[in-house]
């Protein structure tokens, strides 16, 4: 066997420990780390030998150059996979990847249960009103109880943004532990597909209209930015609650406070922003019946070693010429498979 005839790179972290356990264990491949700030004369060499790339999935998290765009394709000509570490890729441009003939694959389903517990622990923060409780009591003496009455989550209806992997176990806890009625929108599935997931497939303006909880919880693509905005917020009923744990962008931060500023929905829960982490004075985070988090819904040890692991096994699969199961652009296989013959002698599966 060759030795570190593989070359994978990181800048600055992975999802878990675990996915260098599991590099090392391997005889032929070389895992390099890159820093933010790591000069070219180091970074340049490891760029240039790459054939995968595993990237981090929050973009505020990794410099702007090591974003996989043009001008990184360029500096890594071998370059034949891209690997977000968890299930989004916001730093990867898939359109430029697939021109390349590079291989784009994430971690869907990873952490989907912990984000799903996230969604649902907002759901329930908000509706008990137990946040503005919590703020009541450390804010003044003698609370009145009675101006906190808040509602039951059973029986009521949870419209879902999405019904992938994250989506379906979010479908699973709101019927099966608490008996809500779940709708979903998702283009992407059909009805059959959905009613197998556990919702009703309806569309957006149908969801938004008849949700007490607007639960968002798909990827952030080209075609669905600020897809929630002011004409979305104004068909929620007064009672409603939005709830995010998907990505930044998707909703429109300033339609979202104006619905709350003139109280026309209930409260939010929030997990994702456009400027991660927000600063302290964001105006959505002066309301007192808005739930934050600064992107932590999928961040549990479980899920983190459980990213760490599928990320190293999927990587190492598919530079043994295996398939990869999570493939974000399909489209590239034939010339993603004919780079890789060139580059390894032999036809990946």
Not at 112 to 140: P, Y
Request: overall charge neutral; aromatic content about 6%; hydrophobic content about 40%.
């Amino acid at each position: 066997m060759t030795v570190n005839n593989k070359r994978v790179f990181y800048v600055k972290y992975l999802a878990h420990e675990i996915y260098v356990d599991i590099m090392k264990a391997r005889a032929d491949v070389r895992l390099d780390r890159l820093e933010n700030d790591s000069p070219d004369t180091v970074a340049a060499p490891i760029l240039s030998a790459a054939h995968a790339y595993q990237v981090g999935a929050a973009r505020d998290e990794i410099a702007r150059h090591f974003h996989v765009d043009q001008d990184l394709l360029r500096r890594t000509p071998n370059l034949l996979i891209v690997s977000s570490n968890g299930a989004g890729f916001d730093p990867v441009d898939v359109d430029a990847c697939t021109a390349a003939g590079v291989l784009v694959v994430n971690q869907s389903g990873g952490n989907a249960n912990s984000v799903a517990e996230h969604a649902l622990g907002m759901m329930l923060t908000l509706s008990k009103r137990i946040l503005e409780s919590d703020r009541a009591l450390r804010r003044q003496a003698n609370v009145n109880r009675n101006a906190l009455i808040g509602n039951e989550v059973q029986g009521k209806t949870v419209g879902i943004v999405g019904i992938g992997n994250v989506g379906r176990r979010i479908a699973e806890l709101c019927s099966g532990l608490l008996h809500m009625k779940v709708i979903a929108y998702d283009p992407y599935l059909t009805a059959e597909e959905i009613a197998a997931r556990g919702g009703e497939k309806v569309e957006l303006h149908d969801l938004m209209r008849r949700s007490d909880f607007v639960s968002i919880s798909c990827p952030l693509t080209k075609d669905n930015r600020r897809m929630i905005g002011a004409r979305e917020f104004a068909l929620m009923q007064p009672h409603a609650f939005f709830i995010t744990t998907a990505r930044g962008f998707i909703h429109d931060e300033e339609a979202l406070y104006e619905a709350l500023r003139d109280k026309r929905i209930a409260g939010a829960g929030l997990d994702v922003w456009d400027k991660e982490p927000p600063p302290p004075e964001h105006p959505l985070l002066q309301f007192d019946n808005v739930l934050a988090s600064p992107h932590t819904a999928g961040v549990t040890k479980e899920a983190r070693v459980n990213m760490g692991r599928i990320a190293a096994e999927q990587i190492l699969d598919a530079l043994d010429g295996k398939r990869p199961p999570r493939i974000v652009n399909p489209e590239v296989w034939p010339d993603y498979a004919k780079r890789f013959e060139r580059t390894f002698g032999f036809a990946p599966k």
